[in-house]
Nanobody, 122 residues
């Protein structure tokens, strides 16, 4: 059964850190690029960071560049998002997603997790 299960969300403080994890099952993880997206109330879903199947290539939204780091462990079928320097503007539901290539656009991603809420207080 195909599953993408996010964890690690919750309440963070401005300037603090959180680490999100997404465990994938039911597909050949190392064949897929992975992305972390977020969606705040009233806003479109946006890519936060993406990583190629090998981990050799990464992309980041300008708003998180230098603060967030995406990584993956293919042996554990897991992708991570380390979030440092949190701000209230980072408050959103965060989703992991899998795609055949490293893309910016949400419709290019084939499989999605259910999301985890991140709330950052000032």
């Amino acid at each position: 059964q195909l599953q993408l299960v996010e964890s690690g969300g919750g309440l963070g403080q401005a300037g603090g850190s959180l680490r999100l994890s997404c465990v994938v099952s039911g597909l050949t993880f190392s064949n897929y690029a992975m992305g972390w997206f977020r969606q705040a109330p009233g806003k479109e879903r946006e890519l936060v960071g993406g990583i190629s199947w090998s981990g050799m290539s990464t992309i980041y939204a300008d708003s998180v560049k230098g603060r967030f780091t995406i990584s993956r462990d293919n042996a554990k079928n897991t992708v991570y998002l380390q979030m440092n320097g949190l701000t209230p503007e980072d408050t959103a539901v965060y989703y992991c997603a899998a795609a055949r290539g490293l893309y910016w656009s949400a419709p290019e991603y084939d499989y999605w997790g259910q999301g985890t809420q991140v709330t950052v207080s000032s």
